[in-house]
């Protein structure tokens, strides 16, 4: 093999080069079981390597080489080394074991919070202390002599120092963190002249008994907060470049937070600055909700993985079956015997499919009756041995070729439920979720061309998928990111898409000189049949 990539490559056979690189070469093999000491000690490893959700990074990891191996795909050390570097710690981050799961990759620095004073900017609103309109900065004591705020800043207007009015407009412990502030927003001052009122003390105010206390009140709320990638405000993900760390609420509860920068308000208390690498690299993903979705990712997406297995054009046409409500699962099941001696259960998405008795009779009889009419077509229906692709033998040869030995269909039959199958046929993880789609900040509706909602299995596409819209002629706008984390989630949507005789397209790649779809995979009811034939156009 590697003689024949040296000829392909135009290179001239080596055996030397060829024996050194066999050599340098490895296997490595895991026989991995779910809880076993292999898999522990696997996730001890990540965690002692400052990966946060160890056990998640474990299971990305094994999906991850699953879906290599499947693809025949080879892959770059260092690409792959950059994928899951999003997934760690830096050192000045670390926290606490019970935030550690949650929170990713946001470099909060030291959490020695300021807590001595306000720096506030605000807007005269008359000609009291500074001409009415004119910006002024307040650096103030926070405490009074016996540990009260001295500052007021759940009543309008702000009065500081008791005199006033005024707007305020941003709020900082420090000097250096209004400076910040103003300096992304410069707007607010832009063409007046700045008025300054400075703390005139030489007293280090953050050593005083006050600021210590409250000090240890702000660490604690931070390690309180079960959400650290969450608004504070809006309660949507966060995925900004710098974010505002701040401190609302009353002085004796605070609750310490990030928030969005659009849904800064004049009255938090901006405590620091937190910086995210990963929304530094891709802002494109906005509000995108990473720790969400890295959680849903292990074992998800399945059946657009088994698509990819078999896919045999560019474009897959995928049924959506609503699981309609039912009452408690039956105790039998349907299993098909093969001709070679197996035998195979029949399951429903992850998990197998309970009947009732009467149910599992029926269904008995459908599929002999089924089967019976394959056999005398020539075309027998069949299990493939790996994959347990099951259809007529014809199609799987279309789908499979040679890849898997094809196992023919004899009978199916009515059989008990067994707890011990539930274990051997059970997959973790979701069918169709996670998935992302695009919704308009302005409308709040999904984002859809040609009557197709835009989704998306991998957010890291998702600035080769704005491009290749753009360059098709699609207005996408301004949009934020929704994730689908369940199939429940998804099962909701499919019918709200339905009863807007909307369609979904996965992944989707758009000829831009057709405007025509060229890649992905169009996912509809399965009551519209007809409707799957088409192709999603603009």
């Known amino acids: 093999m590697l003689n024949e990539l040296r000829v392909a490559a135009k290179r001239d056979v080596d055996p030397e080069a060829i024996d050194r690189v066999i050599r340098k070469s490895g296997v490595v093999v895991l026989d991995v079981e779910a809880e076993e000491t292999l898999e522990q000690s696997s996730i001890l490893l990540l965690q002692s390597a400052n990966y946060v959700s160890p056990r998640a990074v474990w299971g990305k990891a094994v999906a991850d080489c699953i879906t290599f191996a499947k693809g025949r795909r080879t892959l770059a050390v260092c690409e792959f080394a950059r994928n899951y570097q999003m997934f760690r710690v830096t050192a000045a981050a670390e926290i606490s074991e019970a935030v550690a799961t949650e929170l990713l990759r946001v470099e909060l620095g030291s959490r020695d919070f300021p807590c001595a004073k306000e720096v506030v900017l605000a807007m005269a609103l008359d000609d009291t202390l500074a001409p009415k309109g004119q910006p002024v900065v307040f650096e103030m004591r926070r405490f009074d002599s016996e540990g009260r705020e001295l500052a007021d800043f759940s009543k309008a207007p702000f009065l500081p120092n008791g005199a006033g009015p005024f707007d305020p407009v941003l709020r900082a412990a420090t000097v250096a963190g209004l400076t910040r502030l103003i300096g992304e927003r410069p707007e607010l001052i832009e063409g007046n002249e700045v008025g300054v009122v400075e703390l005139d003390t030489d007293e280090d105010l953050e050593a005083g008994p006050f600021a210590l206390a409250h000090r240890q009140r702000l660490h604690n709320a931070f390690l309180q907060n079960d959400r650290p990638l969450r608004c504070l405000h809006c309660g949507q993900a966060i995925w900004e470049a710098v974010i505002q760390v701040v401190e609302i609420g009353d002085l004796s509860d605070p609750v310490v937070g990030l928030v969005h920068n659009k849904c800064l308000k004049p009255r938090d208390r901006v405590i620091g600055g937190a910086n995210m690498p990963s929304a530094q690299a891709h802002p494109e993903l906005v509000n995108f909700n990473a720790n969400a979705w890295f959680e849903a990712s292990n074992g998800g997406q399945r059946t657009f993985m088994n698509a990819q297995t078999i896919r045999t054009q560019p474009v897959v046409n995928l049924a959506w079956n609503n699981l309609a409500m039912r009452g408690p699962a039956g ?208």
């Not at 009557?451 to 998928?465: A, F, I, Q, S, Y």
């Open 331 to 538: 105790q039998f099941l349907v299993e098909i015997k093969t001709t070679d001696g197996g035998s195979e259960i029949v399951t429903l998405r992850n998990g197998l499919h309970r009947f009732t008795r009467n149910e599992a009779e029926q269904a008995v009889n459908e599929f002999n009756a089924a089967f019976e009419r394959q056999r005398q077509s020539g075309d027998p229906m069949c299990y493939t041995d790996i994959s347990k692709g099951f259809a007529p033998r014809s199609l799987l040869i279309q789908q499979f070729g040679a890849r898997e030995k094809r196992r023919e269909v004899a009978a199916a039959s009515v059989r008990p439920y067994d707890r011990q199958l539930e274990d051997l046929h059970t997959r973790p993880g979701q069918w169709y979720a996670p998935l992302l789609y695009l919704r308009n900040k302005a409308t709040e509706q999904p984002v859809a061309v040609g009557g197709g909602v835009l989704m998306l299995t991998d957010p890291m596409t998702l600035k080769e998928h704005l491009a290749n819209w753009e360059e098709t002629g699609f207005e996408i706008g301004d949009y934020e990111l929704v994730a689908i984390l369940s199939d429940a989630e998804f099962d909701n949507f499919m019918l709200w898409a339905d009863a807007e005789e909307l369609i979904v397209v996965v992944d989707a790649l758009f000829d831009p000189s057709t405007q025509e779809i060229a890649s992905g995979a169009i996912v509809m009811a399965m009551h519209r049949p007809s409707a799957l034939k088409k192709q999603a156009k603009s």
